[in-house]
């Protein structure tokens, strides 16, 4: 809990707006639940997406690597995944669990290809093979 509120504290002092982001997500059997994680992003992130995507040309999984809409204490916060935290208390709520598959949004699972619904059989993970494979971005 302390280092937590030592993040909180950090986000305020960084950038105006909340210190959780929440955001809907799908999880096991489809079913959605509201995914928390401390705010890495200006607080405009969303709507600035749609311009971000096309001039980046990538509308379902939408990565940058210099990403603009990331703040300075979000770009260390994703760097050693603190911002991920707050998820405990989805893994609590048994929303989650501790390690499986990326929670996706509701538009990417609209766009999944028909083998890859298999994924929403189970608990989406805090965190997975792809995050404990050395991922860097």
């Known amino acids: 809990m302390p280092v937590m509120i030592a993040i909180a504290i950090a986000i305020r002092l960084d950038s105006p707006g909340p ?36 001039d980046v040309g990538n509308d379902v999984l939408f990565k940058m690597k210099n990403d603009p809409r990331v ?3 979000g770009r260390l916060l994703r760097r050693f995944s603190l911002d991920e935290l707050p998820q405990l208390f989805n893994v609590l709520g048994g929303e989650m669990s ?7 949004l509701l538009r ?7 083998d890859a619904v298999r994924r929403l059989r189970v608990k989406p993970g805090l965190t997975g093979l792809w995050a404990v494979s050395g991922r860097r971005v």
């Open 19 to 54: 210190v959780l982001f929440r955001q809907k997500r799908v999880g096991a059997r489809g079913e959605e639940f509201e995914m928390v994680k401390f705010r890495t992003m200006c607080v405009d992130a969303e709507e600035r997406l749609a311009q971000l995507q096309r």
């Open 71 to 73: 703040t300075r204490v």
């Open 98 to 104: 501790m390690v499986g598959p990326r929670h996706p």
């Open 108 to 114: 990417e699972v609209e766009g999944y290809e028909p």
